[in-house]
Protein backbone atom coordinates (compact mmCIF):
# COMPACT_ATOMS: atom_id res chain seq x y z
CA UNK A 1 0.00 0.00 0.00
CA UNK A 2 1.34 3.58 -0.74
CA UNK A 3 1.04 6.36 0.86
CA UNK A 4 -2.36 7.96 2.00
CA UNK A 5 -3.14 11.80 1.18
CA UNK A 6 -6.61 13.34 2.48
CA UNK A 7 -8.99 15.47 0.35
CA UNK A 8 -12.56 16.77 1.02
CA UNK A 9 -14.18 14.92 -1.50
CA UNK A 10 -13.08 12.32 -4.13
CA UNK A 11 -14.57 11.93 -7.75
CA UNK A 12 -14.17 8.61 -9.35
CA UNK A 13 -14.65 8.50 -13.05
CA UNK A 14 -14.24 11.81 -14.94
CA UNK A 15 -16.95 10.87 -17.44
CA UNK A 16 -19.61 14.11 -17.88
CA UNK A 17 -20.79 13.95 -13.86
CA UNK A 18 -17.37 13.96 -12.74
CA UNK A 19 -15.98 16.75 -14.98
CA UNK A 20 -19.17 18.87 -13.60
CA UNK A 21 -19.16 18.06 -10.14
CA UNK A 22 -14.80 18.73 -10.17
CA UNK A 23 -15.67 22.04 -11.53
CA UNK A 24 -18.51 22.84 -9.24
CA UNK A 25 -17.02 22.04 -6.62
CA UNK A 26 -13.80 23.26 -6.75
CA UNK A 27 -15.51 27.11 -7.80
CA UNK A 28 -15.29 27.22 -3.65
CA UNK A 29 -11.62 27.87 -3.27
CA UNK A 30 -11.89 25.96 0.11
CA UNK A 31 -13.14 22.76 -0.89
CA UNK A 32 -10.19 19.95 -2.31
CA UNK A 33 -11.00 17.43 -5.07
CA UNK A 34 -9.17 14.58 -5.77
CA UNK A 35 -10.83 13.14 -9.33
CA UNK A 36 -9.36 9.75 -10.44
CA UNK A 37 -10.03 8.39 -14.00
CA UNK A 38 -8.95 4.72 -15.11
CA UNK A 39 -8.41 5.84 -18.54
CA UNK A 40 -5.81 9.12 -19.68
CA UNK A 41 -6.19 12.43 -21.45
CA UNK A 42 -8.70 13.36 -24.25
CA UNK A 43 -6.08 15.67 -26.07
CA UNK A 44 -6.47 13.38 -29.87
CA UNK A 45 -7.07 14.77 -33.28
CA UNK A 46 -9.69 12.08 -33.30
CA UNK A 47 -11.23 12.79 -30.73
CA UNK A 48 -11.61 16.42 -31.39
CA UNK A 49 -12.82 16.09 -34.82
CA UNK A 50 -16.56 15.64 -34.99
CA UNK A 51 -16.94 13.13 -38.01
CA UNK A 52 -13.98 10.97 -36.23
CA UNK A 53 -16.63 9.97 -33.66
CA UNK A 54 -16.92 6.12 -34.33
CA UNK A 55 -13.61 5.44 -34.88
CA UNK A 56 -12.89 7.49 -31.33
CA UNK A 57 -15.52 5.09 -29.82
CA UNK A 58 -13.78 2.04 -31.13
CA UNK A 59 -9.93 3.07 -30.23
CA UNK A 60 -8.87 0.90 -27.40
CA UNK A 61 -6.86 3.55 -25.97
CA UNK A 62 -9.87 5.12 -25.70
CA UNK A 63 -13.03 2.47 -24.65
CA UNK A 64 -13.60 -0.05 -22.32
CA UNK A 65 -14.47 -2.36 -24.53
CA UNK A 66 -17.30 -4.13 -22.82
CA UNK A 67 -19.43 -6.95 -24.79
CA UNK A 68 -22.56 -8.21 -23.05
CA UNK A 69 -23.57 -11.94 -22.45
CA UNK A 70 -25.17 -13.59 -24.91
CA UNK A 71 -28.63 -12.01 -25.20
CA UNK A 72 -31.23 -14.15 -25.29
CA UNK A 73 -33.82 -12.67 -27.12
CA UNK A 74 -31.50 -11.82 -29.69
CA UNK A 75 -30.43 -14.85 -31.04
CA UNK A 76 -27.89 -14.91 -28.77
CA UNK A 77 -25.80 -12.18 -30.12
CA UNK A 78 -23.42 -10.73 -28.03
CA UNK A 79 -23.45 -6.93 -28.36
CA UNK A 80 -20.34 -4.23 -28.08
CA UNK A 81 -20.49 -1.83 -25.82
CA UNK A 82 -18.28 1.16 -26.28
CA UNK A 83 -18.23 3.55 -23.14
CA UNK A 84 -15.56 6.24 -23.03
CA UNK A 85 -12.06 5.18 -20.90
CA UNK A 86 -10.76 8.77 -20.58
CA UNK A 87 -10.95 12.31 -19.45
CA UNK A 88 -14.70 13.44 -20.70
CA UNK A 89 -15.78 9.71 -20.40
CA UNK A 90 -17.99 9.01 -22.98
CA UNK A 91 -19.01 12.57 -23.77
CA UNK A 92 -15.25 12.29 -25.23
CA UNK A 93 -16.18 9.49 -27.80
CA UNK A 94 -20.40 9.82 -28.27
CA UNK A 95 -22.14 10.30 -31.12
CA UNK A 96 -22.53 14.29 -29.80
CA UNK A 97 -26.43 14.51 -30.29
CA UNK A 98 -27.40 17.22 -27.58
CA UNK A 99 -31.01 15.83 -26.14
CA UNK A 100 -32.61 16.95 -23.05
CA UNK A 101 -35.64 14.03 -23.45
CA UNK A 102 -39.50 15.05 -22.82
CA UNK A 103 -40.87 16.78 -19.97
CA UNK A 104 -42.85 14.04 -19.13
CA UNK A 105 -40.08 11.75 -18.35
CA UNK A 106 -38.89 13.83 -15.72
CA UNK A 107 -42.16 14.59 -14.29
CA UNK A 108 -42.49 10.38 -13.85
CA UNK A 109 -39.78 10.56 -11.28
CA UNK A 110 -41.44 12.92 -9.21
CA UNK A 111 -44.67 10.85 -9.70
CA UNK A 112 -42.93 7.89 -8.23
CA UNK A 113 -41.44 10.21 -5.07
CA UNK A 114 -38.99 11.90 -6.46
CA UNK A 115 -40.51 15.96 -5.62
CA UNK A 116 -37.60 17.53 -7.27
CA UNK A 117 -36.76 15.67 -9.83
CA UNK A 118 -40.24 17.00 -12.04
CA UNK A 119 -38.86 18.74 -15.44
CA UNK A 120 -40.05 21.86 -13.68
CA UNK A 121 -37.41 20.99 -11.31
CA UNK A 122 -34.84 20.12 -13.99
CA UNK A 123 -34.87 22.94 -16.40
CA UNK A 124 -32.83 24.97 -14.43
CA UNK A 125 -29.96 23.28 -14.35
CA UNK A 126 -30.40 22.20 -18.33
CA UNK A 127 -30.45 26.26 -18.78
CA UNK A 128 -27.23 26.52 -16.16
CA UNK A 129 -25.13 23.83 -17.77
CA UNK A 130 -25.28 25.61 -21.50
CA UNK A 131 -24.04 28.35 -23.57
CA UNK A 132 -26.83 27.49 -26.68
CA UNK A 133 -25.91 28.76 -30.29
CA UNK A 134 -29.12 31.27 -30.61
CA UNK A 135 -28.58 32.38 -26.92
CA UNK A 136 -30.47 32.34 -23.80
CA UNK A 137 -34.40 32.24 -22.81
CA UNK A 138 -36.71 31.08 -20.45
CA UNK A 139 -36.16 27.41 -21.87
CA UNK A 140 -32.53 27.52 -23.11
CA UNK A 141 -29.22 28.72 -21.11
CA UNK A 142 -26.77 31.33 -22.54
CA UNK A 143 -23.59 31.23 -20.50
CA UNK A 144 -23.37 27.82 -19.24
CA UNK A 145 -19.76 25.53 -19.68
CA UNK A 146 -21.02 23.16 -22.50
CA UNK A 147 -21.28 24.46 -25.87
CA UNK A 148 -24.46 23.50 -27.97
CA UNK A 149 -24.56 24.33 -31.48
CA UNK A 150 -27.50 23.83 -33.84
CA UNK A 151 -26.60 21.72 -36.89
CA UNK A 152 -26.49 22.69 -40.99
CA UNK A 153 -28.46 19.81 -41.73
CA UNK A 154 -28.04 21.04 -45.30
CA UNK A 155 -27.48 17.87 -47.48
CA UNK A 156 -30.55 17.26 -49.64
CA UNK A 157 -31.50 13.51 -47.28
CA UNK A 158 -31.42 15.83 -44.53
CA UNK A 159 -33.82 18.54 -46.32
CA UNK A 160 -35.69 15.81 -47.82
CA UNK A 161 -36.13 14.29 -44.11
CA UNK A 162 -37.75 17.58 -43.06
CA UNK A 163 -40.23 17.59 -45.42
CA UNK A 164 -40.98 14.04 -45.24
CA UNK A 165 -42.04 14.57 -42.17
CA UNK A 166 -44.23 17.58 -42.59
CA UNK A 167 -45.82 16.31 -45.30
CA UNK A 168 -46.78 12.84 -43.04
CA UNK A 169 -48.25 15.10 -40.72
CA UNK A 170 -45.69 15.35 -38.01
CA UNK A 171 -44.62 18.25 -35.72
CA UNK A 172 -41.54 20.75 -37.30
CA UNK A 173 -39.98 22.00 -33.90
CA UNK A 174 -37.89 24.67 -34.26
CA UNK A 175 -35.93 24.06 -30.88
CA UNK A 176 -37.07 20.16 -29.77
CA UNK A 177 -34.76 21.18 -26.70
CA UNK A 178 -37.06 24.08 -26.23
CA UNK A 179 -40.45 23.89 -25.39
CA UNK A 180 -42.06 21.31 -27.58
CA UNK A 181 -40.11 18.23 -27.77
CA UNK A 182 -41.86 16.01 -29.79
CA UNK A 183 -41.92 15.79 -33.55
CA UNK A 184 -39.17 16.23 -36.44
CA UNK A 185 -36.18 18.66 -35.67
CA UNK A 186 -32.87 19.51 -37.04
CA UNK A 187 -30.25 17.77 -34.67
CA UNK A 188 -28.31 19.94 -32.22
CA UNK A 189 -24.76 18.72 -30.91
CA UNK A 190 -22.12 19.49 -28.45
CA UNK A 191 -19.70 21.28 -30.72
CA UNK A 192 -18.17 24.91 -30.73
CA UNK A 193 -16.41 26.30 -33.94
CA UNK A 194 -16.04 22.71 -35.34
CA UNK A 195 -14.70 20.43 -32.67
CA UNK A 196 -16.29 18.05 -30.38
CA UNK A 197 -17.35 20.08 -26.93
CA UNK A 198 -16.86 17.20 -24.10
CA UNK A 199 -17.69 17.95 -20.58
CA UNK A 200 -13.80 17.31 -20.25
CA UNK A 201 -13.75 20.92 -22.83
CA UNK A 202 -16.85 22.41 -21.16
CA UNK A 203 -15.94 22.10 -17.51
CA UNK A 204 -12.84 20.27 -16.60
CA UNK A 205 -10.18 22.42 -18.82
CA UNK A 206 -11.43 25.58 -16.77
CA UNK A 207 -11.45 23.66 -13.71
CA UNK A 208 -7.62 21.64 -14.07
CA UNK A 209 -5.34 24.74 -12.89
CA UNK A 210 -7.12 25.10 -10.04
CA UNK A 211 -4.89 24.47 -6.54
CA UNK A 212 -7.75 22.70 -5.01
CA UNK A 213 -8.45 20.32 -7.79
CA UNK A 214 -5.75 16.76 -8.37
CA UNK A 215 -6.62 15.24 -10.90
CA UNK A 216 -5.20 11.19 -11.57
CA UNK A 217 -5.40 9.50 -14.75
CA UNK A 218 -4.27 5.95 -15.68
CA UNK A 219 -6.02 5.28 -12.27
CA UNK A 220 -8.41 2.72 -11.52
CA UNK A 221 -10.59 2.34 -8.82
CA UNK A 222 -10.07 -0.68 -6.59
CA UNK A 223 -12.91 -0.18 -3.95
CA UNK A 224 -14.21 2.29 -1.45
CA UNK A 225 -12.90 1.90 1.85
CA UNK A 226 -15.24 2.20 4.84
CA UNK A 227 -15.04 3.01 8.31
CA UNK A 228 -18.33 1.00 9.35
CA UNK A 229 -20.96 1.96 6.94
CA UNK A 230 -19.08 5.17 6.34
CA UNK A 231 -17.39 5.36 3.02
CA UNK A 232 -13.43 7.51 3.96
CA UNK A 233 -11.72 6.89 1.44
CA UNK A 234 -10.74 5.10 -1.97
CA UNK A 235 -8.08 2.38 -3.14
CA UNK A 236 -6.50 2.72 -6.18
CA UNK A 237 -4.49 1.13 -8.72
CA UNK A 238 -1.76 3.34 -10.31
CA UNK A 239 1.29 1.74 -12.15
CA UNK A 240 0.49 -1.51 -10.62
CA UNK A 241 0.98 0.09 -6.89
CA UNK A 242 -2.38 0.31 -4.86
CA UNK A 243 -2.76 4.19 -3.37
CA UNK A 244 -5.54 4.83 -0.75
CA UNK A 245 -6.87 8.83 -1.08
CA UNK A 246 -8.80 9.75 2.03
CA UNK A 247 -12.46 11.35 1.82
CA UNK A 248 -13.00 13.71 4.71
CA UNK A 249 -16.64 14.32 3.89
CA UNK A 250 -17.90 12.14 1.03
CA UNK A 251 -16.38 9.69 -1.85
CA UNK A 252 -18.94 10.63 -5.12
CA UNK A 253 -19.01 7.31 -7.56
CA UNK A 254 -19.55 8.86 -11.22
CA UNK A 255 -18.31 5.39 -13.37
CA UNK A 256 -21.63 5.35 -15.29
CA UNK A 257 -24.10 2.50 -15.53
CA UNK A 258 -21.59 -0.51 -15.67
CA UNK A 259 -18.87 0.82 -13.69
CA UNK A 260 -20.67 2.20 -10.78
CA UNK A 261 -22.64 -0.95 -9.65
CA UNK A 262 -19.14 -2.89 -10.11
CA UNK A 263 -17.46 -0.56 -7.45
CA UNK A 264 -20.26 -0.54 -5.27
CA UNK A 265 -20.17 -4.46 -5.17
CA UNK A 266 -15.94 -4.94 -5.34
CA UNK A 267 -16.78 -2.60 -1.86
CA UNK A 268 -19.06 -4.99 -0.56
CA UNK A 269 -22.28 -3.16 -1.10
CA UNK A 270 -25.12 -4.84 -2.94
CA UNK A 271 -26.65 -8.64 -2.56
CA UNK A 272 -25.25 -10.65 0.09
CA UNK A 273 -25.69 -13.72 -1.94
CA UNK A 274 -23.86 -12.18 -4.82
CA UNK A 275 -21.03 -10.95 -2.70
CA UNK A 276 -20.52 -14.10 -0.80
CA UNK A 277 -20.24 -15.62 -4.38
CA UNK A 278 -16.56 -13.94 -4.61
CA UNK A 279 -15.64 -13.87 -1.17
CA UNK A 280 -16.44 -9.90 -1.01
CA UNK A 281 -17.17 -8.73 2.72
CA UNK A 282 -21.00 -7.26 3.29
CA UNK A 283 -20.44 -3.55 4.23
CA UNK A 284 -24.27 -2.52 3.29
CA UNK A 285 -27.41 -5.16 2.17
CA UNK A 286 -28.69 -3.30 -0.90
CA UNK A 287 -29.84 -5.92 -3.13
CA UNK A 288 -30.51 -3.92 -6.48
CA UNK A 289 -26.76 -3.15 -6.73
CA UNK A 290 -26.43 -3.90 -10.84
CA UNK A 291 -30.23 -4.41 -11.26
CA UNK A 292 -32.97 -2.32 -13.57
CA UNK A 293 -30.60 -1.87 -16.44
CA UNK A 294 -32.14 0.05 -19.26
CA UNK A 295 -30.58 1.17 -22.47
CA UNK A 296 -32.04 2.22 -26.32
CA UNK A 297 -32.09 -0.78 -28.26
CA UNK A 298 -31.78 0.36 -31.93
CA UNK A 299 -32.33 -0.60 -35.36
CA UNK A 300 -30.91 0.55 -38.66
CA UNK A 301 -33.78 1.12 -41.58
CA UNK A 302 -32.21 1.56 -44.53
CA UNK A 303 -32.53 2.95 -47.83
CA UNK A 304 -30.30 2.66 -51.05
CA UNK A 305 -29.88 6.05 -53.48
CA UNK A 306 -30.79 7.17 -57.00
CA UNK A 307 -27.93 9.42 -57.14
CA UNK A 308 -24.29 9.47 -55.66
CA UNK A 309 -25.09 11.61 -52.72
CA UNK A 310 -24.52 10.45 -49.60
CA UNK A 311 -21.92 11.32 -47.30
CA UNK A 312 -20.23 7.78 -47.59
CA UNK A 313 -18.63 9.03 -50.79
CA UNK A 314 -16.93 11.78 -48.81
CA UNK A 315 -15.80 9.80 -45.94
CA UNK A 316 -14.11 6.63 -48.25
CA UNK A 317 -11.32 6.20 -49.76
CA UNK A 318 -9.32 9.42 -50.68
CA UNK A 319 -12.18 11.83 -49.47
CA UNK A 320 -11.69 11.05 -46.03
CA UNK A 321 -8.10 12.21 -46.27
CA UNK A 322 -9.49 15.39 -47.97
CA UNK A 323 -12.13 15.52 -45.19
CA UNK A 324 -9.92 15.32 -43.01
CA UNK A 325 -7.39 18.00 -44.04
CA UNK A 326 -10.23 20.50 -44.49
CA UNK A 327 -10.97 20.24 -40.64
CA UNK A 328 -7.08 20.26 -39.61
CA UNK A 329 -6.30 23.31 -41.03
CA UNK A 330 -9.66 25.38 -41.63
CA UNK A 331 -12.35 23.70 -38.88
CA UNK A 332 -15.08 23.45 -41.93
CA UNK A 333 -16.20 20.85 -43.71
CA UNK A 334 -17.96 17.25 -43.04
CA UNK A 335 -15.08 16.76 -40.94
CA UNK A 336 -17.33 19.28 -38.37
CA UNK A 337 -20.50 17.47 -38.88
CA UNK A 338 -22.03 14.76 -36.06
CA UNK A 339 -22.77 12.89 -38.99
CA UNK A 340 -26.48 12.72 -37.97
CA UNK A 341 -28.03 16.07 -38.43
CA UNK A 342 -31.93 15.55 -38.34
CA UNK A 343 -33.99 13.29 -36.04
CA UNK A 344 -37.49 13.01 -34.83
CA UNK A 345 -39.22 11.89 -31.74
CA UNK A 346 -42.71 10.39 -32.46
CA UNK A 347 -45.22 7.70 -31.27
CA UNK A 348 -45.14 4.45 -32.43
CA UNK A 349 -49.18 4.00 -32.48
CA UNK A 350 -51.83 6.18 -31.68
CA UNK A 351 -52.04 4.08 -28.29
CA UNK A 352 -49.45 5.52 -27.27
CA UNK A 353 -49.61 8.43 -24.75
CA UNK A 354 -46.46 10.26 -25.79
CA UNK A 355 -43.36 10.00 -28.00
CA UNK A 356 -41.35 6.26 -27.56
CA UNK A 357 -39.41 6.17 -30.10
CA UNK A 358 -36.65 8.17 -31.37
CA UNK A 359 -34.77 8.27 -35.29
CA UNK A 360 -31.35 9.62 -35.86
CA UNK A 361 -30.96 10.27 -39.83
CA UNK A 362 -27.80 9.59 -41.44
CA UNK A 363 -27.44 10.93 -44.93
CA UNK A 364 -25.10 7.40 -45.29
CA UNK A 365 -25.94 4.13 -44.50
CA UNK A 366 -24.01 1.92 -41.76
CA UNK A 367 -23.98 -0.96 -39.38
CA UNK A 368 -23.59 0.66 -35.81
CA UNK A 369 -23.06 -2.17 -33.80
CA UNK A 370 -19.86 -3.41 -36.27
CA UNK A 371 -16.39 -3.90 -34.95
CA UNK A 372 -15.13 -1.75 -37.55
CA UNK A 373 -16.15 1.94 -38.18
CA UNK A 374 -18.32 1.32 -41.57
CA UNK A 375 -20.06 3.15 -44.15
CA UNK A 376 -22.05 2.77 -47.44
CA UNK A 377 -24.27 4.79 -49.89
CA UNK A 378 -27.84 5.58 -49.39
CA UNK A 379 -29.86 7.14 -46.04
CA UNK A 380 -30.74 5.88 -42.98
CA UNK A 381 -33.08 5.75 -39.73
CA UNK A 382 -31.55 4.92 -36.85
CA UNK A 383 -34.75 3.81 -35.00
CA UNK A 384 -34.50 3.74 -31.21
CA UNK A 385 -37.06 2.81 -28.18
CA UNK A 386 -36.98 5.10 -25.64
CA UNK A 387 -38.77 3.88 -22.76
CA UNK A 388 -38.43 0.23 -22.61
CA UNK A 389 -40.39 -2.09 -20.19
CA UNK A 390 -36.91 -5.00 -20.75
CA UNK A 391 -34.65 -4.79 -17.94
CA UNK A 392 -30.94 -6.05 -17.84
CA UNK A 393 -28.21 -6.83 -15.27
CA UNK A 394 -24.51 -5.95 -14.62
CA UNK A 395 -23.09 -8.49 -12.16
CA UNK A 396 -19.64 -9.60 -11.04
CA UNK A 397 -17.49 -11.80 -12.78
CA UNK A 398 -14.81 -11.85 -10.45
CA UNK A 399 -12.95 -9.86 -7.40
CA UNK A 400 -10.55 -8.97 -9.39
CA UNK A 401 -11.59 -5.44 -10.45
CA UNK A 402 -9.52 -5.90 -13.54
CA UNK A 403 -11.96 -8.16 -14.48
CA UNK A 404 -14.58 -6.55 -16.59
CA UNK A 405 -18.43 -7.25 -15.14
CA UNK A 406 -20.75 -9.30 -16.72
CA UNK A 407 -23.54 -7.18 -18.49
CA UNK A 408 -26.93 -7.98 -19.79
CA UNK A 409 -29.61 -5.65 -21.41
CA UNK A 410 -31.99 -8.60 -22.48
CA UNK A 411 -33.53 -6.50 -25.04
CA UNK A 412 -36.95 -7.31 -26.50
CA UNK A 413 -37.99 -9.66 -23.01
CA UNK A 414 -40.89 -7.46 -22.87
CA UNK A 415 -43.76 -8.45 -25.31
CA UNK A 416 -44.70 -4.61 -24.69
CA UNK A 417 -40.80 -3.65 -26.27
CA UNK A 418 -41.36 -5.89 -29.32
CA UNK A 419 -45.06 -4.62 -30.22
CA UNK A 420 -43.65 -1.08 -30.08
CA UNK A 421 -40.64 -1.77 -32.53
CA UNK A 422 -42.81 -3.71 -35.02
CA UNK A 423 -45.30 -0.88 -34.95
CA UNK A 424 -42.40 1.59 -35.07
CA UNK A 425 -41.44 0.40 -38.19
CA UNK A 426 -44.72 0.51 -40.02
CA UNK A 427 -44.20 4.19 -39.28
CA UNK A 428 -40.89 4.69 -39.86
CA UNK A 429 -41.57 2.92 -43.73
CA UNK A 430 -44.75 5.50 -44.26
CA UNK A 431 -42.35 8.56 -43.24
CA UNK A 432 -39.98 6.90 -45.85
CA UNK A 433 -42.64 6.78 -48.95
CA UNK A 434 -43.11 10.49 -48.61
CA UNK A 435 -43.11 12.53 -51.91
CA UNK A 436 -40.21 14.53 -49.95
CA UNK A 437 -37.70 11.30 -50.59
CA UNK A 438 -39.28 10.45 -54.08
CA UNK A 439 -35.69 11.77 -56.25
CA UNK A 440 -33.53 9.72 -53.61
CA UNK A 441 -34.92 6.51 -52.42
CA UNK A 442 -33.81 3.72 -53.46
CA UNK A 443 -34.74 0.06 -52.63
CA UNK A 444 -34.82 -0.70 -49.17
CA UNK A 445 -32.33 -2.35 -47.85
CA UNK A 446 -32.70 -2.72 -44.27
CA UNK A 447 -34.82 -4.59 -43.05
CA UNK A 448 -35.79 -5.47 -47.09
CA UNK A 449 -39.04 -5.59 -48.68
CA UNK A 450 -39.48 -9.20 -47.83
CA UNK A 451 -40.17 -8.40 -44.55
CA UNK A 452 -43.88 -7.70 -43.95
CA UNK A 453 -45.50 -9.72 -41.39
CA UNK A 454 -45.22 -9.03 -37.53
CA UNK A 455 -43.58 -12.10 -37.35
CA UNK A 456 -40.97 -11.36 -40.36
CA UNK A 457 -39.96 -8.01 -38.25
CA UNK A 458 -40.16 -9.41 -34.80
CA UNK A 459 -37.06 -11.66 -36.30
CA UNK A 460 -34.89 -9.10 -38.18
CA UNK A 461 -35.83 -7.04 -34.91
CA UNK A 462 -33.99 -9.79 -33.08
CA UNK A 463 -31.38 -10.56 -35.84
CA UNK A 464 -30.44 -6.40 -35.94
CA UNK A 465 -31.00 -5.05 -32.62
CA UNK A 466 -28.38 -2.93 -31.53
CA UNK A 467 -27.48 -0.73 -28.80
CA UNK A 468 -27.74 2.81 -28.85
CA UNK A 469 -25.50 3.32 -25.97
CA UNK A 470 -27.52 4.99 -23.39
CA UNK A 471 -27.61 2.58 -20.32
CA UNK A 472 -28.55 3.62 -16.98
CA UNK A 473 -30.61 2.76 -13.75
CA UNK A 474 -28.38 0.55 -12.32
CA UNK A 475 -28.05 2.26 -9.11
CA UNK A 476 -31.62 3.63 -9.42
CA UNK A 477 -32.92 6.62 -7.13
CA UNK A 478 -35.64 6.05 -5.54
CA UNK A 479 -38.03 5.64 -2.40
CA UNK A 480 -38.68 1.87 -2.38
CA UNK A 481 -37.10 -1.43 -1.98
CA UNK A 482 -36.07 -1.59 -5.85
CA UNK A 483 -34.05 1.39 -5.38
CA UNK A 484 -30.06 1.93 -4.41
CA UNK A 485 -29.55 5.73 -3.88
CA UNK A 486 -32.34 7.90 -2.29
CA UNK A 487 -32.90 11.14 -4.16
CA UNK A 488 -29.80 12.85 -3.78
CA UNK A 489 -27.80 9.97 -5.26
CA UNK A 490 -26.91 8.92 -1.26
CA UNK A 491 -26.28 5.31 -1.27
CA UNK A 492 -29.06 2.96 1.18
CA UNK A 493 -27.44 1.58 4.06
CA UNK A 494 -24.01 4.07 3.58
CA UNK A 495 -23.07 7.57 4.62
CA UNK A 496 -20.34 9.42 2.89
CA UNK A 497 -20.83 7.99 -0.30
CA UNK A 498 -23.05 8.84 -3.15
CA UNK A 499 -23.20 7.74 -6.96
CA UNK A 500 -24.37 10.53 -9.56
CA UNK A 501 -24.26 9.51 -13.23
CA UNK A 502 -26.76 7.94 -15.40
CA UNK A 503 -27.15 5.01 -13.37
CA UNK A 504 -29.22 6.46 -10.52
CA UNK A 505 -31.70 7.53 -13.21
CA UNK A 506 -34.86 5.79 -12.36
CA UNK A 507 -35.86 5.25 -15.91
CA UNK A 508 -34.45 6.29 -19.12
CA UNK A 509 -35.78 8.97 -20.62
CA UNK A 510 -36.63 9.93 -24.31
CA UNK A 511 -33.07 11.15 -25.74
CA UNK A 512 -29.23 10.60 -25.43
CA UNK A 513 -28.26 10.19 -22.53
CA UNK A 514 -25.31 12.86 -22.20
CA UNK A 515 -27.18 15.98 -21.43
CA UNK A 516 -29.47 14.60 -19.12
CA UNK A 517 -26.56 13.24 -17.05
CA UNK A 518 -25.03 16.72 -17.27
CA UNK A 519 -27.71 18.26 -15.64
CA UNK A 520 -28.22 15.41 -13.02
CA UNK A 521 -24.48 16.56 -11.84
CA UNK A 522 -25.38 20.24 -11.92
CA UNK A 523 -28.35 19.56 -9.58
CA UNK A 524 -26.39 17.60 -7.20
CA UNK A 525 -23.31 19.45 -7.35
CA UNK A 526 -25.84 22.00 -5.34
CA UNK A 527 -26.76 19.34 -2.85
CA UNK A 528 -23.02 17.98 -1.99
CA UNK A 529 -21.69 21.20 -1.23
CA UNK A 530 -25.07 22.56 0.73
CA UNK A 531 -26.21 25.06 -1.67
CA UNK A 532 -30.07 26.23 -2.04
CA UNK A 533 -31.21 24.59 -5.41
CA UNK A 534 -32.02 26.80 -8.33
CA UNK A 535 -36.05 27.66 -7.76
CA UNK A 536 -38.25 25.52 -10.07
CA UNK A 537 -38.92 26.71 -13.44
CA UNK A 538 -42.59 29.05 -14.61
CA UNK A 539 -41.35 28.47 -18.19
CA UNK A 540 -44.59 26.70 -20.03
CA UNK A 541 -43.61 23.17 -21.99
CA UNK A 542 -45.71 21.08 -24.23
CA UNK A 543 -46.63 17.93 -22.70
CA UNK A 544 -47.84 15.71 -25.13
CA UNK A 545 -50.75 13.51 -23.77
CA UNK A 546 -51.93 15.60 -20.95
Same mark, same amino acid.
Given at each position: ??????????????????????????????????????????????????????????????? !?????????????? +??????????????????????????????????????? !?? &???????????????????? !???????????????????????????????????????????????????????????????????????????????????????????????????????????????? $??????????? +???????????? =??????????????????????? %???????? #????????????????????????????????????????????????????? +???? &?????????? =??????????????????????? !???????????????? &?????????? %???????????? @??????????????????????? #??????? =????????????????????? $??????? $?????????????????????????????? @? #???????????????? +?????????
Amino acid at each position: MGKTTSYDFIIVGAGTAGCVLANRLTADPGIRVLLIEAGGHDRHLMVSMPAACPLAARDKRFD !WGYVTEPEPHLNGR +QILEHRGRLLGGSSSVNGMVANRGNPRDYDQWASEGLDN !WS &YDHCLPYFRRMETFEHGGNP !WRGGSGPQHIEMCPATHPYDQAFLRAGAQAGYHICEDHNGAHHEGFHVAQSFTHHGRRWSAASGFLEPAIRRPTLTVKTGALAHRVVFDGRRAVGIDVDIDGQIERFEADHE $VLVCGGAINSP +QLLLLSGVGDPG =ELAEHGIPVVADVPQVGRNLEDH %MIVEVSYG #EKQPLSLSHKLKGLGRYRLGLEWLLLKTGVGTSILTETGCFFTSSDHVDYCDI +QHEF &YAMTAFMGAE =EANVAAGFMFSMGIMRPESRGRV !WLKSADPHVHPAVLFN &YLDASSDREV %MTNALKRTREMA @AQPAFDPYRGEEMSPGIDVQSDD #EILTWLR =EAGDTEYHPCSTCRMGTGDDS $VTDATGK $VHETEGLRVIDASIMPHNVTANLNAPVMMI @A #EKLADVVIGQAPLPPS +QAPVHRPGL
